[in-house]
């Protein structure tokens, strides 16, 4: 398992034992691996049959998930296992101190905006600078990091498709 998802056991373990967080793109690398939804392993399997999900503001269906080793934690926007979805909607707060973890890749595409603060993206081998208001759409699968810029946390929504 941990050859297949380019991970050391002493990560996978801290996973399985929540010490630490996995960012979003193990997540899917890992759901791949054993077969099953993206969001079925982020939320545990269960299932919720509603096709309206409303996350109000300020708000999050999970409750942040602490610092990854991307620099970054993340807040759940849609309701944990509803079936159907193709998307999955994250609220990602980066901390600019935090240091910068290593390109990810995974299957899937990824919508990005910044909401607030600076954030740095490699994406393919090229560094980009991201401001307040700006949006990018990506190849997933495409090796990629995102990471806060300046003196303050920078906030981003990023939308994974999981199909």
């Known amino acids: 398992m941990c050859k297949l998802a380019g991970l050391e056991l002493t ?3 801290a996973y399985e034992e929540g010490t630490a967080v996995p960012p979003v793109g193990v997540v899917i690398n890992l759901s791949r691996i ?3 939804k993206f ?3 982020l939320h545990g399997g269960s299932t919720v049959s509603s096709s309206l999900t409303i996350c109000r503001s300020g708000k999050s269906f999970s409750g942040q998930q602490g ?3 991307q620099g970054y934690a993340y807040d759940t926007l849609t309701r944990p296992g509803t ?3 193709v998307m999955e909607p994250f609220m990602l707060t980066f901390d600019p101190k935090a240091p910068k973890g290593e390109p990810i890749a995974h299957d899937g595409q ?3 905006y910044i909401v607030s603060g600076t954030i740095e993206m490699l994406y ?3 560094e980009y600078r991201l401001e307040q208001g700006d949006s990018v759409y990506l190849d997933a699968s495409r090796g990629h990091r995102f990471h806060g810029h300046g003196d303050r946390p920078a906030q981003m929504l990023a939308v994974v498709s999981s199909t």
């Open 11 to 13: 990560q996978l373990q």
């Open 34 to 36: 054993l077969g099953s």
């Open 39 to 41: 969001e079925g392993l």
């Open 67 to 69: 610092n990854t080793e």
């Open 83 to 85: 079936g159907g979805h």
């Open 110 to 112: 990824e919508f990005i």
């Open 124 to 126: 393919d081998g090229k």
